[in-house]
């Protein structure tokens, strides 16, 4: 595995950014998590599409929500590379910041809704609402795309 | 996605604790081949154009040819996959914001090894940065090299959106880096019931070169080969496709049969679509469809896609674009 500084890596990152909107985040694996009682920090990553073809996208909805303010701020996007190897390099047109709206949690679950900050320029079959339900015992989550149900793997660390 | 975006092999990189994949190939898009035609030029049949696009997404990722790399259409004459005939294609360092090619071509043994080998048959060509297309011609042969429309259609989000093929034309918008030759046939060979063509690159690495992608047909390693056997197929030349195995210690032939299987197409294309590369009997009509050569508008992913799923699958429910020119370069005027 190559290793480079930040400086550098950001340098090479930056290449992807040019096609990541504004405000979302690259996605660095380990980089979220729990922390602290109230603020749940976390990373979804779905492989797309689905077996028998081989994956060629992840499907991201990364950020952090405080679960007594009920508030806090997602993003999601669809990036080159199957999630074991994916890219800094976002499909255009994928990348929505969402401000979140509710925060219920009961037990293991976490349910999350809110709206895309930028109404515009939604796909066909994308709603400007959001939904994610994340289940900490089974380290997996579900929410929307383009109108689909899809089950997430959660990437979390305590 | 023809081959956009897909990988050879995004670069893992570890900053701190953090860790993140920048690809694609290599981690460069310079690299990353989009896409292959190859067709008889419009209006004189006694010519080919042949054109391999690299660089998805262009200028967002990168915004010039890599000067280290070699950019390779190979061309296989006799039917054993190996290349006989190789157009290299290199550029100069950017320079002021100007970069030169030369296409050599390589003949014989010489064309099947990794080198740039070979006369020079275009030499010092200018690359479009911009919307105008700088062609240089030179006795029967005529080159262009730079940014244009990406000629792809594809409803990608539908693609990965599991064949919901509902979102519209992902590339209409945008761009790609374009080599395109206007060449003679007698450039191809003498056969052309047994010729075919792939697109190559190459990577100087550590004072040798390395394959680094290739592509002939649409998404082939795009749709038939997971994880790192993607990378596998990418190492390999089309010589070796019915022989070499998977990560999982099977044929890519078996790995082909599986999928088509899986999606309820026969098992027996698989032996057709490997070798993957580019059938192109420049004595008869190009046509995708015929297996014969790629023009811009093919529709290659509803012919695909009726192939591989037995026909439960017909359309993207995208066309062509209408930006193609009818004369050279063909490539459309950049986004």
Redesign the interface.
């Known amino acids: ?6 400086r550098d ?1 950001l340098k ?2 930056g ?2 950014s ?2 990541v909107a504004a405000g979302v985040a ?6 979220f998590g729990w922390t602290g009682k109230d603020v749940l920090r976390f990373r979804a990553v779905s492989g ?10 992840s ?1 991201v909805i990364e950020g952090q929500v405080n679960l007594r303010a009920r508030t806090g701020q997602l993003a999601k996007s ?1 990036h ?3 999630p ?6 976002v ?2 047109g ?1 990348a929505r910041s969402i401000r979140v709206t509710d925060v219920k949690q009961s037990g293991n679950e976490v349910l999350i809704t809110g709206e895309l900050t930028e109404r515009s320029s939604l ?3 994308e709603s400007p609402l959001f939904t994610i339900r994340i289940d900490r015992s089974t380290g997996l989550a579900q929410a929307d ?4 149900n899809v089950v997430m793997k959660l990437d979390e660390h305590n | 996605m023809a081959d956009h975006l897909d990988v050879p092999g995004p670069i893992a990189i570890t900053v701190d604790d953090d860790t993140a994949n920048i690809g694609p190939p290599m981690g460069d898009p310079k690299t990353d081949i989009t896409d292959v035609y190859a067709f008889l030029k419009p209006g004189d049949s006694s010519k080919s154009i042949l054109i391999l696009n690299v660089n998805p997404l262009a200028p967002a990722l990168a915004s010039s040819f890599d000067s280290a790399a070699i950019y390779q259409i190979n061309v296989d004459t006799n039917g054993d996959a190996v290349a006989d005939r190789s157009f290299r294609i290199r550029f100069s360092d950017l320079q002021d914001g100007e970069q030169k090619a030369t296409v050599h071509l390589a003949t014989g043994a010489l064309a099947a090894r990794l080198n740039d080998g070979g006369p020079a048959v275009i030499a010092g060509a200018p690359v479009s940065f911009g919307a105008a297309a700088r062609v240089t011609t030179r006795g029967d042969y005529r080159f262009f090299a730079g940014i244009r429309s990406d000629p792809f259609f594809f409803d990608l989000l539908g693609f990965i959106d599991d064949f919901n093929f509902s979102h519209g034309d992902f590339f209409a918008d945008k761009n790609v880096f374009a080599i395109v030759l206007e060449v003679p046939n007698s450039a191809l060979g003498t056969t052309p019931h047994t010729t075919s063509l792939w697109g190559r690159t190459l990577l100087a690495r550590n004072g040798t070169l390395v394959r680094d992608d290739r592509m002939a047909r649409a998404a082939i390693n795009t749709v038939f080969n997971h994880g790192q056997d993607k990378n596998v197929f990418n190492s390999i030349d089309p010589d070796k496709d019915l022989t070499a195995t998977t990560t999982e210690g099977i044929t890519f032939v078996q790995s082909f049969r599986n999928t088509l299987a899986a999606l309820g197409g026969d098992t027996a294309l698989a032996t057709v679509l490997l070798p993957d590369v580019l059938n192109y009997d420049f004595s008869k009509p190009t046509s995708y469809a015929a297996l014969n050569g790629r023009r811009l508008h093919d529709d290659v992913i509803d012919i695909s896609l009726s192939l591989i799923t037995g026909g439960g699958l017909t359309t993207d429910h995208v066309g062509p674009h209408t930006d193609y020119l009818s004369g050279f370069p063909y490539v459309g005027t950049p986004h």
Do not use: C, Q
């Open positions: 595995m190559k290793t480079m500084d930040r890596f090479i990152a290449a992807g040019v096609v690259m996605p660095v694996a380990g980089f797309m599409p689905k077996a028998p073809l081989p994956t060629y996208a499907y669809v080159a590379g199957a074991n190897a994916m890219s800094g390099v499909f255009p994928t796909l066909k079959g795309f383009l109108g689909t």
